[in-house]
């Protein structure tokens, strides 16, 4: 018997993520009917904003207007809520209703609309963005900071994030850095970068290094980090037996301290060990940023002898961080044995994944399997990686088709996407 409205609406609350997903495409489908009951859910506080955000932005119109006025509501939690499903469907029109619900909120709920703010493309809210850079609550300026990021091209912007990195708390400085990390080629950024290694945290430190490797492919960020961490070198070396890792010693791959780990997954990279690759590819799915990053470099560095390992060890994982990481390293090898995996990675369900895949495709050259795949997913649910595969087929010299919106969306039912 065919699903019914209020079992889809069931659905989408049963904390099953197959079941989550077809309840999203199809409310998607049913469209306006079902925004009232989503409504409903988003302040019941029953379901995550996440999928409550997919279903907002594809039916889009009313639903956006409807959600935004639960901005206004008078409970605080149902006020954070609208602004967190707000923040996922990226759409513009929620800017200035953010804007106008900001100054009367208590501080948590500004702290979440500072967050939310960052999720747009509209230049009308940095000026608002910039006032809540002066707010004493650091929950606030921390999420303001890395709101800042979307806008860091703006010489305001980008002034202001510069200031931060001297302010007072840890926290904020460390989302200035966050901010500034996605503004390539200006020396003002690569000299804040640069001192930030230096910061009097550590949590600073390992960003900013994670920066620098990123945005000018600074291998020995970590590296020098550690050397002029007297704490962590000492533990190092208390880790090291004769000066070295043995073959077995897996525990102090997972030591507390975040540079500690980077700091030995760069030493196990360079001693090439025959244990290497199962020391090194745990660190794909560390809690840190930083850590996962040089676990992805160091791997890559390592040369084409990781990849069948790779592609096997792909085959017993469901975290979607290191699908990820593993796409990443297999897109900076750019190996054609690579290739079949990214293809398969493009159609996973999990969006970080499938812009992982899309990005690290862009080493590969244009083939028709290639062309296939990339034709296939440029109609995927999730902007982001719409946008990079757009970007891809025209690197190829392929301008993608327009699709008629009522297609895209019957598509990615029928295809079940």
């Known amino acids: 018997m065919a699903k019914t409205l209020p079992d889809w609406l069931q659905d989408l609350q049963s904390g099953d993520s197959q079941r989550v997903k077809e309840a999203v495409r199809a409310l998607t489908y049913i469209g306006q009917e079902a925004v009232t009951p989503v409504i409903a859910l988003i302040k019941s506080s029953s379901v995550p904003t996440d999928p409550l955000g997919e279903v907002i932005k594809q039916i889009g119109g009313t639903a956006i207007d409807m959600v935004t006025n639960l901005l206004l509501d008078d409970e605080p939690r149902v006020q954070q809520r609208a602004a967190y499903v707000l923040s996922h469907t990226h759409d513009n029109r929620a800017v200035l209703p953010l804007m106008m619900a900001f100054k009367s909120r208590d501080d948590d709920t500004r702290a979440v609309f500072a967050q939310a703010l960052g999720s747009f493309t509209d230049s009308a809210a940095l000026p608002t963005l910039l006032e809540i850079i002066q707010n004493d609550i650091d929950s606030v300026r921390e999420n303001a900071a890395r709101s800042l990021g979307n806008y860091a091209r703006d010489p305001r912007a980008l002034h202001t994030l510069l200031s931060l990195m001297n302010d007072k708390n840890s926290d904020v400085r460390g989302a200035a850095v966050e901010a500034l990390a996605r503004v390539t080629g200006d020396e003002r950024v690569q000299a804040a970068l640069d001192k930030a290694t230096e910061d009097r945290d550590s949590i600073v430190r390992q960003l900013a290094a994670a920066a620098l ?63 290497a690759f199962n020391m090194i590819y745990p660190a794909l799915n560390d809690i840190n940023p930083a850590v996962r990053r040089s676990g992805v470099e160091v791997l890559a560095r390592m040369g084409t002898a990781v990849i069948d390992p790779i592609l096997e060890a792909l085959k017993q994982t469901k975290s979607p961080i290191v699908k990820a990481g593993a796409a990443q390293t297999l897109g900076i090898l750019a190996d054609p044995q690579g290739m079949p995996a990214l293809l398969m990675l493009l159609k996973d369900e999990s969006p970080i994944v499938r812009l992982a895949a899309a990005k690290a495709l862009t080493s590969f050259p244009v083939e028709p399997a290639l062309i296939e795949a990339l034709q296939d997913a440029s109609t995927d649910k999730n902007e982001d990686v719409r946008e990079q595969v757009a970007r891809l087929l025209k690197q190829h010299g392929i301008e993608q088709e327009v699709v008629n919106p009522f297609m895209r969306l019957f598509k990615r039912f029928t295809r079940g996407k």
């Open 213 to 275: 490797q990123h945005q000018r492919g600074d291998q020995m960020a970590f590296q020098r980090i550690a050397n002029t961490d007297d704490l962590v070198e000492d533990e190092v070396q208390r880790i090291l037996k004769d000066g070295r890792l043995t073959d077995t010693d897996m525990d102090a791959m997972r030591h507390s301290n975040p540079m500690v780990r980077a700091r030995l997954i760069e030493l196990v990279g360079q001693t090439r060990k025959t244990n």
